[in-house]
């Protein structure tokens, strides 16, 4: 454990920091689910939430890796990417939108 002194408005702090053990896991996160279906490439809402931002519109060309949308679940800002390259047939969802995991989000083709 490091020990450091802040000084903040004046005022000294002592602030104490642990080291990450190597044993702690980060979270992971499951990816995006995609679905194949005549249309093209289905993206779904990987969980509940609320739709921040939509960062594409339909005809669309997105490569692999591009933000579709921001989807907001537990007061964190989850970034939806292309899973793969392709142009945008449709974007089920708008701004302010509260969506369900497994809900359809954007279709790429």
């Known amino acids: 454990m490091k020990i ?3 000084k903040v408005n004046g005022k000294l ?3 104490q920091l642990e080291s990450v ?3 702690d896991q980060p979270i992971v996160h499951e990816p ?3 679905e194949q279906s005549a249309q093209g490439e289905q993206i779904l809402a990987p969980m509940q939430g609320n739709i921040l931002r939509v960062d ?3 005809g669309q060309q997105v490569n692999k890796g591009d933000c579709l949308l921001i989807l907001e679940a537990m007061k964190l800002e989850n970034e939806i990417l292309a899973p793969v390259s392709g142009r945008v047939v449709q974007v089920a969802v708008s701004k302010g939108q509260t969506v369900n995991t497994n809900d359809l989000l954007v279709v790429l083709g």
Do not use: D, M, S
Request: no cysteine; hydrophobic share 40%.
């Open 4 to 6: 450091y002194k802040i």
């Open 13 to 15: 702090y002592e602030v």
């Open 21 to 23: 053990e190597e044993n």
């Open 32 to 34: 995006v689910k995609v």
């Open 56 to 58: 594409v519109e339909v």
